[in-house]
């Protein structure tokens, strides 16, 4: 017998395409894609927005979030498909939501970044955690998760709201002093519910 491995070809099945519209930045978007295209994939492959990353696309590090309806969304782990009447707000149409350009702007006056790789999906994630903070949504640090409450965006609490984001940089001192400063601007901070 011989011991070189077959050269056997594989075919690779393809699934159905469908059509689907997606509401993009503002935007309607018409793609076709297979039903089981995670959005990361649509926005990146089939639209052309590239700003999302592909980190590990297992929604445990955070690059790739975007904002579905103003909130906070691994969009490799949601289909494109779920997303149709939805609003989708990626890194390339942040500055149309509230906080965006002000996020944006602290991010760069904080040195917020190293390699840039997450810093899309860190944006994004701070604009849809002061929204949360701005209706009284309690995290992990809130000391009393059953009564309505101020949120008050101290470091603790930013960082425990942003903990879904992995910056491998290790930014994470700039990361907060940045939103920390956005809050200061008048994006969110001391909010109530």
């Given at each position: ?62 690059a790739c979030t975007v904002l579905v309806d103003d909130r906070r ?93 992995i910056c491998r940089c290790g930014a994470y001192v700039n990361i ?18």
């Amino acid at each position: 017998m011989d011991d070189q491995p077959s050269s056997r070809s594989v075919a690779v099945r393809s699934g159905p395409v469908r059509t689907i519209g997606l509401h993009v930045n503002g935007e309607h978007r018409d793609i076709e894609c297979d039903p089981r295209t995670t959005l990361l994939d649509a926005l990146r492959d089939h639209i052309g927005l590239t700003g999302s990353k592909k980190g590990c696309d297992r929604g445990q590090c955070g690059a790739c979030t975007v904002l579905v309806d103003d909130r906070r969304v691994v969009s490799c782990l949601m289909l494109a498909v779920s997303a149709q009447n939805h609003r989708i707000t990626t890194i390339e149409g942040i500055d149309q939501v509230p906080s965006g350009s002000t996020l944006q702007k602290a991010f760069i006056d904080h040195d917020g970044f190293q390699c840039g790789f997450c810093t899309p999906g860190q944006i994004c994630s701070a604009v849809g955690m002061l929204d949360e903070a701005k209706h009284g949504w309690p995290s992990a640090a809130t000391a009393d998760v059953a009564e309505p409450h101020d949120v008050v965006l101290d470091d603790e609490e930013i960082r425990e709201r942003l903990s879904g984001n992995i910056c491998r940089c290790g930014a994470y001192v700039n990361i907060v002093a940045a939103v920390r400063s956005a809050t200061d601007e008048g994006a969110a901070g001391e909010v109530s519910s």
